[in-house]
C-alpha cells in the first residue's frame, strides 16, 4: 500500500508540476526554422537558403541576403574557368591529332608536339582544378546555408560575457583569470 501511495503521489506531482510551467501556445503561430529545407533548398537552387535563412531571422539580424551575389559570382567564374580550360583542352588535343595524323600545323604553330604535350598536360589540370573549385565552392554554400540555419534563432545577449585578467596565482607566479558569465 505504502508503494501504491508512492507513485500516486509521485504521478501528480510530475502532473502537476509540468502543467504549471509549461505556457500553452498555440502550436499553429510557431513555426520553427528546419536546417534540412535550407540545405536541401540551397543544394537546389545556389543561394536559395541562404534567402531562406535571411527571411527567417529576426529584423536587427538579417545578413544572409549579401551572400547570393557572392555565391552566383563564385559559381560563376568557377564555370568560366572550367569552360575555358577545356576548349583549350580540346583545341589542343585536335592539333596535336590532327599533327599526327596528316602533318599539318594549323593552330598552334610556335609549338612543337613535345610543346603541345605540355600545354594539354597544363590546361588538363587546371580543368581538374576548375572542377575542384566549382564542386568544393558549391559545396561549400550549401554548408554555410546549413550552418546559418542553425544560429538564425541563436542568440547571444548582454548577459553574456568573458573577461579575462592578469592575477597572481601565488605570491611568485603569474596567471591569466577568466571570468564567465552567464546571466
Do not use: C
Not at 503521489?9 to 509540468?18: E, I, Y
Not at 513555426?31 to 536587427?60: E, R, W
Not at 591529332?97 to 600545354?119: E, K, S, V, W
Amino acid at each position: 500500500m505504502r508503494g501504491f501511495s508512492f507513485v500516486f503521489f509521485l504521478t501528480l506531482t510530475f502532473s502537476s508540476w509540468s502543467q504549471s510551467d509549461s505556457v500553452q501556445v498555440p502550436t499553429d503561430s510557431i513555426k520553427p526554422h528546419s536546417v534540412k529545407k535550407a540545405t536541401i533548398l540551397s543544394a537546389i537552387v545556389p543561394g536559395a537558403g541562404q534567402v531562406y535563412n535571411h527571411m527567417a531571422m529576426p529584423k536587427g539580424k538579417k545578413k544572409a541576403f549579401w551572400k547570393v551575389p557572392l555565391i552566383y559570382a563564385g559559381l560563376g567564374s568557377m564555370t568560366y574557368f572550367l569552360v575555358s580550360n577545356q576548349v583549350v583542352v580540346r583545341d589542343l588535343k585536335s592539333e596535336y591529332t590532327t599533327r599526327q595524323n596528316t602533318g599539318i600545323i594549323t593552330n598552334f604553330p610556335q609549338y612543337d608536339n613535345a610543346g603541345l604535350l605540355t600545354l594539354y598536360d597544363q590546361y588538363s589540370r587546371w580543368r581538374d582544378f576548375s572542377i575542384i573549385g566549382l564542386g568544393a565552392f558549391y559545396a561549400f554554400q550549401v554548408a554555410d546555408a546549413a550552418v546559418e540555419a542553425h544560429f538564425v534563432a541563436f542568440d547571444v545577449t548582454e548577459d553574456l560575457s568573458m573577461k579575462i585578467h592578469p592575477t597572481m596565482m601565488s605570491f611568485t607566479t603569474p596567471g591569466i583569470r577568466l571570468s564567465l558569465n552567464f546571466h
